[in-house]
């Protein structure tokens, strides 16, 4: 996707520790006319697939997936990252490991939201090391579901996700694929 | 809002403790046409005053204050709960006393996104005792900033954070408030 990556070389920051700093547009400051397009871009890949509702995760991909959700006109439904009084009975849970955080916690869906007749499109911003796509993977097996498609914003295409997504036969597709990333702000894509 | 308020009637339910649970379509599965009609009845609400960005606050703000962001065509910034290595640099924060979690925890707003030129709208799923508006408040006043709107969904009216942040004089408007709701799951509305 052209614009997404002509906006991150303009406005991406390459940080120590391999983090690609899109705060000022993507997860931390919005730029909604962007996320217009991403969830335009995503409802033209994933056009011919079924979905009935968009899983995400708290907290930077709820706001992608409810802009994409309004071009699939199907609900949302974003796992939460710790048990809270507004989540009770029964629920799916999986542990995913954070790359950014460099912690592990338990994500969770109320298991009354998805049903084995569901169709789930996964979208999430970041995919790096993959663990939180595998987490909401897990999620959807649990409650008897179809992963119908997954779609991220930004891949690390350095680091293992992505081919550990795609190797499972999954239809993952991100909309920038970053192969390279430079501490002096070099970044080279994949896609 | 009468449809908010339709909806909250007929899915919304009452658990121990005060909490209301609307995660059916608000705040963990999240229906996108009502998120739609919220998003234009806060335009509708606040046509008459400068908004240059909407603030909210992770998790479950950001989805409602993207789609609301649509209809005013200005950026979202979410302030973040915890540090992460996505935050550096210079950062407003300020506490918050979580009434559903029963904790303290910072919230943080990186400082290159609020300059004393902006004019805020802060936009929330739920107002309670008022802590996460007073944090954002706050927020924007460290930033040298106007806050010129404070829009939530729902107010638990029997809770104080309605009254005390009408009484610093800010222009707050919410979408239903509930003055009262018992354990039969009657719910009262004072608007």
Redesign the interface.
């Known amino acids: 996707m052209q614009i997404l990556k002509d906006r991150i070389v303009r406005d991406g920051r390459v940080?120590p520790?391999g983090?690609l700093?899109v705060?000022?547009f993507l997860?931390?400051?919005?730029?909604?006319e962007l996320?217009?397009e991403i969830g335009k871009e995503f409802k033209r890949i994933f056009s011919d697939i079924p979905v009935t509702?968009i899983l995400t995760i708290?907290?930077?991909g709820?706001?992608i997936?409810?802009?994409a959700?309004?071009y699939f006109?199907?609900?949302?439904?974003?796992a939460?990252k710790?048990k809270?009084?507004?989540?009770?009975g029964s629920v799916f849970t999986s542990k995913v490991e954070s790359f950014?955080?460099?912690k592990t916690y338990d994500i969770m869906?109320?298991a009354?939201?998805i049903s084995p007749d569901d169709k789930i499109l996964i979208i999430d911003d970041f995919l790096a090391n993959g663990k939180a796509v595998l987490g909401l993977l897990d999620i959807v097996k649990s409650a008897g579901a179809e992963a119908t498609g997954v779609g991220i914003v930004i891949e690390k295409g350095f680091q293992e996700g992505g081919k550990m997504i795609r190797e499972l036969g999954i239809n993952l597709h991100s909309l920038a694929i970053i192969n390279e990333m430079d501490d002096e702000g070099n970044i080279t894509f994949g896609n």
């Open positions: 940080a520790g983090v700093k705060d000022s997860n931390h400051q919005i730029d909604i996320y217009n509702k708290e907290a930077s709820i706001g997936a409810c802009i959700a309004q006109k199907v609900p949302v439904i974003f939460k710790a809270t009084k507004n989540i009770d950014t955080h460099g869906v109320s009354k939201f």
